[in-house]
Each structure stands twice: as structure tokens, then as C-alpha cells.
């Protein structure tokens, strides 16, 4: 697991041909100033006459750190990176309202065909097929485009661009008169959606100390489930309404999120690492004492030199901040480690299970039972989410991810078997075990490999590595949804 600074493993460092904190076969030495860690301008920091025994006090103070003194030492980075995942609230919630829309009867009738046998209204299949890709598709590209803005700009700007632009595209959802020009809209909100998507898990990875990492690059998931929420109980709220607004209304609701979601943004301090890598050091020390409050003085200027001496490593060894170098040396085996733990969540029946109400409603459920199904289904992932921070200390994540693959396949396979009763007893059963498999997917796989792909990267790629993890999330779910 890495660390708060993400110091150097024992590995890259034999590559440089060191040994963690070996001073004499570092290429570059700190020049002796006569000036240390707690004195030295902050610019020339990495020149501080002790800078190898500030890095070693800070990376054992890092270690050392217990949950409780974390939270204590840290409570700005706690609560700003909860702030800023809250960004994927609203992708969760959007990703949740069109999955389950399809089986929305006033939908279906503004955007589908009559079906004279079954004298109802549905939309398309090809349709279908549309509307949930079209969105992976903006994702794509805007995961393509997430970790080359971010490493110019930083998170703050690229966040508070994103929600500029879906605030416009919501009108145009908002008022599609045509199953075009809403999957049109779909697209296009797709592109800063797939930056929200991943935004939260690498903030909260370059702003926390190792001890609260784990759980708030976790928290990922406790968003989507908190946007699902959200969008279930608005779809259960509404269903009876023969209208346009009963789905005009839960579109419109995406309007709230922008607004408090920029300022949030705007006041939210700007990761240390990133102004590291930009040589803007007092900038980086300002961001390093907000978010730290709990720490003194020297503690701070010792994480500082901690992360410009990392920084400084990182480049000697030729760790470059293309995505091209996410595949080159060890970077790749650390990229390959991310890309297939989330694709993962798609090739485990995500898709199948987060849009269980159109499934519901085709095998024989009124609408009104099936979206109270999907209420209560989002209600058991936000617990299943919770209970994983538990089980994560006891088990770790790479337990918890084998033993959740066993369990959700054995339960998809009871449901592929029940397909061969008619009864309506074995329908029930069958919504009952996608039920439980949405459970022990937020419980394992659904919140831990948010966390690993947030951590397994080298520092100065961490941002590029998360958008290749995330872009074959999408690419998997493409082929899933189709």
C-alpha cells in the first residue's frame, strides 16, 4: 500500500541503484548549505543539509500512525476529500436514472413505440443499447482527456470546468423532444462524467495520510451508492405519475448538484503533490498546512521535503507524466494492477444487477414493486459499503476482492439456474440473490478496487493511471451493456 508522500519503494529505488535513504549512491546530492529541514527557504528545501533524515522521520511518523491520530492530525483532509468525491454523487445518480428509465412507463411512451401485442409502450432494443453506451462513450473520452488537463491545471480547475459544462447539457436533456437529441445529450455529459468518475479517488489519494487512504479513496463507492439512492427514491416517488414530469423531474433534479459542488471546489485546497510537481513549493506548503492542521511546523516541512525528495526520484528515474509511461518499466505491471481491478467490476454482472428494474418489470413485476426492489437493493450496497471499511482492516483488500469473485459467481450462477422455473416463487428467489449480490459486490470488490487502483501508482503518473484504469472500466461496460 503506498504512502501519504508514496515515497519510493524498495524496488524503484534498487533500480536508481539506492537503497531507501542511502545518501551516497544517489546520483544528486543535497548541496550543504549549513541550512536545515526547519530553517531553509522553503524553495530551496531540497538542498536542506539533513533532507535524508527529515524524509526518514517523515515516512516513519507516517507509519506509525494510527486511524485516531489520523483523524485527529488530518481533519481537513478527511472532510475535503469526502467533499470533493461527492462529485461522483451526481454521476452515480445520472448513471442510475437512465439504466433504470428504460422500464419508466411515461418514458417509454415519450421516447419508445407502441407494441401493439403486448399493448404497451418500450423502447427500442437497438435504442437500449444506445443510451447506455453512448454515455460510456463521453466517458472515454473524457477520461482521455482527465489526466492530461489535471496534470496541467490540477484537480480544483478541472473539476469546476466540468460542472460549467454539465450544467449547460443538462438543459439539453432536460428538454430532448427526440430519443436522438437526448442520446445526443447523453454523449456529450458523458465527457466530464468520466472525469467526475475518478476525480475523488485521486484527490483523496495525494491529500490523505496513509491511515485514512484506504477508507476515503473507498468512499468512491459510498457516493455511487448515495447518487443511486437518490435517483432510486425519485423513480419510486414518481412512477404513478402518467406525465412527462415523472421523468422530467428527476432530470431536472441534476441541477442541484453543480452549484455547492463548484464552490466546494473552488475553496478546496490544491494537492501538495501536484504543486510539487509544478516547483511551486510555498504553494504546496500553504496546501500541506490546511489540510494538516493538527501538525506543527516542522512535521510540515519535513512531509515537504519528503514529497520533493520523492519527486525528485521519480524523475531521475526517468518517471515521466505521459500516459505512454504508464506502460513502460515497473509503471506497467502498476497499470495493468489498476486497469483489471476495476474492469473487473464490470465483467462481474455489474450491469446486469444496477439495471435489475427493466429485468424486474420483463419477468412479470408491476413497475411500482420493481422500483421499490431497486430502493431497497441501493439501500443494501450503501451498508455492504460501510461494512467494508470493517472488514478491510481485518482481511485487506486483496481478500476481500478473491472471496467476493467466489461468492458473486456462485450467486450469478443460482440465478442463471432459476431461469428454468416458471413459478413465481423462483422470480422472487432470483430478485432476492441480485439483491445479495449487490450486497457482497459493495461489501468486497465495489469499494476496494476503487481503492487499489487509487493506490498502486507511481506518484507523478497517479492521476494518468487512474483515467487508463477507469477507461477500461468503460471499455469492459461497453461490451457488457451491448
Not at 507516517?62 to 483532509?77: D, G, I, M, N, V
Not at 447539457?169 to 468518475?197: C, D, H, K, R
Not at 510539487?276 to 512535521?299: M, Y
Not at 432459476?418 to 413465481?424: K, P, V
Request: proline share 3%; aromatic share 12%.
Amino acid at each position: 500500500m503506498s504512502k501519504l508522500s508514496d515515497p519510493i519503494t524498495e524496488i524503484e529505488y534498487a533500480q536508481a541503484g539506492a537503497t531507501p535513504f542511502e545518501e551516497k549512491t544517489i546520483d544528486h546530492q543535497p548541496t550543504a548549505l549549513g541550512n536545515d529541514v526547519e530553517t531553509i527557504d522553503i524553495e530551496q528545501i531540497g538542498n536542506a543539509s539533513d533532507l535524508y533524515e527529515a524524509v526518514r522521520l517523515a515516512t516513519e511518523r507516517e507509519h506509525a500512525l494510527t486511524l485516531r491520530q489520523a483523524f485527529k492530525l488530518y481533519p481537513a483532509s478527511f472532510w475535503w476529500a469526502i467533499a470533493i468525491s461527492f462529485t461522483i454523487v451526481m454521476e452515480g445518480y445520472d448513471t442510475y436514472l437512465l439504466g433504470n428509465f428504460l422500464a419508466y412507463p411515461t418514458f417509454a411512451k415519450k421516447y419508445g413505440t407502441y407494441q401493439p401485442a403486448s399493448k404497451t409502450w418500450l423502447i427500442e432494443p437497438n435504442w437500449q443499447v444506445a443510451l447506455n453506451d453512448v454515455g460510456t462513450v463521453g466517458n472515454v473520452v473524457g477520461l482521455l482527456m482527465m489526466g492530461v488537463l489535471t496534470d496541467r491545471f490540477g484537480h480544483r480547475k478541472v473539476i469546476m470546468g466540468g460542472l460549467i459544462v454539465i450544467t449547460a447539457l443538462i438543459f439539453m436533456t432536460f428538454f430532448a423532444p427526440n430519443i436522438q437529441v437526448l442520446a445526443a445529450s447523453l454523449a456529450l455529459s458523458g465527457v466530464p462524467f468520466g472525469m467526475f468518475g475518478i476525480m475523488g479517488s485521486a484527490y483523496a489519494s495525494e491529500i490523505c495520510p496513509l491511515a485514512l487512504r484506504g477508507f476515503l479513496t473507498s468512499f468512491v463507492n459510498i457516493c455511487w451508492v448515495i447518487g443511486q439512492l437518490i435517483a432510486s427514491g425519485t423513480l419510486v416517488g414518481l412512477v404513478n405519475n402518467n406525465t412527462e414530469w415523472s421523468f422530467k423531474i428527476p432530470f431536472a433534479i441534476q441541477w442541484v448538484w453543480p452549484i455547492p459542488l463548484f464552490l466546494i471546489a473552488y475553496f478546496a485546497p490544491n494537492s501538495p503533490w501536484w504543486l510539487v510537481k509544478k516547483g511551486r513549493l510555498t504553494d504546496a506548503k500553504k496546501s500541506l498546512t490546511r489540510l494538516s492542521s493538527g501538525s506543527s511546523e516542522a512535521e510540515i516541512r519535513r512531509t515537504l521535503a519528503m514529497m520533493v525528495h520523492t519527486d525528485r526520484l521519480e524523475n531521475e528515474m526517468k518517471t515521466k507524466t505521459s500516459i505512454l509511461d504508464c506502460f513502460k518499466g515497473t509503471n506497467l505491471r502498476r497499470t495493468e494492477i489498476a486497469c483489471m481491478v476495476l474492469a473487473s467490476q464490470s465483467l462481474s454482472g455489474e450491469t446486469f444487477a444496477y439495471g435489475s428494474t427493466y429485468f424486474f418489470t420483463q419477468a412479470g413485476f408491476s413497475s411500482s414493486n420493481a422500483y421499490k426492489l431497486n430502493f431497497g437493493a441501493s439501500a443494501v450496497a450503501f451498508v455492504g459499503t460501510c461494512l467494508s471499511w470493517l472488514l478491510m482492516i481485518w482481511f485487506g483488500r486483496r481478500t476481500l476482492i478473491l472471496w467476493g469473485f467466489s461468492a458473486m459467481a456462485l450467486d450469478l450462477f443460482l440465478v442463471g439456474c432459476l431461469t428454468y422455473a416458471s413459478s413465481q416463487a423462483a422470480i422472487w428467489t432470483q430478485a432476492a440473490l441480485i439483491i445479495i449480490w449487490l450486497g457482497i459486490y459493495s461489501t468486497t470488490l465495489g469499494p476496494q478496487s476503487f481503492g487499489l487502483a487509487a493506490e498502486v501508482s507511481a506518484t507523478r503518473l497517479r492521476s494518468q493511471t487512474i483515467a487508463l484504469a477507469r477507461l477500461t472500466y468503460q471499455l469492459a461496460a461497453l461490451v457488457t451493456n451491448t
